[in-house]
């Protein structure tokens, strides 16, 4: 089944530490998305990429970082520089201009937490 | 800048109850525009996606509508169930290579 997979589902992060989420995905599509969650509140756009080897900042992209090295393959890192990385991650990928492409999917998430 | 609101924030019904959720956006120029139920500490699922030429996409109970010169769309949810309980948030793009402008959502409770 074609789909998009985030891991791991929990993360904890340590003061100072530097964590990497992983985001892959199987429906060949071009363009792959990282958005935040707080609780109670919309989404915000964290990077998002629409082709291989490219990757454009988005709202909230201060102390984070991703590589677009594999189409499939779109990894975000949370630095030690983002104060207050406590949030649900979402992962998103769209195809191409095709009507039947166009519906952003979404992963399952993974909620980080500070220790 | 796009902004997009949903109205209410949180609703609360009785089942069987058909209900109306609301979504504005201030830039009617959009490409298209998409509904997502988000289950608590889930992802979004794709509902219903409505191009900026239609005027409205059906999906079983759920039937979307787009009036983009009012900047407003809406779901409609026939005979409501317990099982309908979620946040739904929508989205609008405004060109086909842009990024998607999410609402806050509409947190939705059916009461059995």
């Known amino acids: 089944d074609g789909g998009i997979t985030q891991s791991p589902k929990y993360l904890f992060r340590k003061e100072g530490q530097n964590v990497t989420l992983s985001c892959e995905q199987n429906?060949?599509?071009?363009?792959m998305y990282w958005y935040r969650q707080d609780p109670g509140q919309g989404l915000r756009l964290i990077y998002y990429?629409?082709?291989?080897?490219?990757?454009q900042k988005g709202d909230i992209a201060e102390g984070y970082s991703v590589s677009r090295e594999k189409k499939e393959s779109f990894p975000l890192t949370v630095t030690s520089a983002q104060k207050n990385p406590t949030a649900f991650y979402l992962c998103?990928?769209?195809?191409?201009?095709?009507?039947?492409?166009?519906?952003?999917?979404f992963g399952s998430g993974t909620q980080l937490s500070v220790l | 800048k796009q902004e997009v609101t949903q109205i209410p924030a949180a609703l609360s019904v009785p089942e069987g109850e058909n209900l109306v959720l609301n979504c504005s956006f201030t830039?009617?120029?959009?490409?298209?525009l998409q509904w997502f139920r988000q289950d608590p500490g889930k992802g979004l699922t794709s509902l219903l996606l409505?191009?900026?030429?239609?005027r409205e996409q059906t999906s079983g109970r759920l039937n979307a509508s787009l009036d983009k010169s009012s900047g407003r769309s809406t779901l409609y949810i026939a005979a409501s169930q317990p099982g309908d309980s979620a946040t739904y948030l929508c989205?609008?793009?405004?060109?086909?290579?842009?990024?998607?402008?999410f609402g806050e959502g509409t947190q939705l409770t059916v009461n059995p």
């Open positions: 998103a990928s769209i195809g191409g201009e095709l009507a039947t492409n166009e519906k952003l999917l």
């Open positions: 429906l060949n599509h071009d363009a």
């Open positions: 990429s629409q082709i291989v080897n490219d990757f």
């Open positions: 830039d009617s120029a959009i490409y298209n």
């Open positions: 409505i191009q900026s030429s239609q």
């Open positions: 989205a609008v793009k405004e060109t086909s290579g842009s990024r998607l402008t």
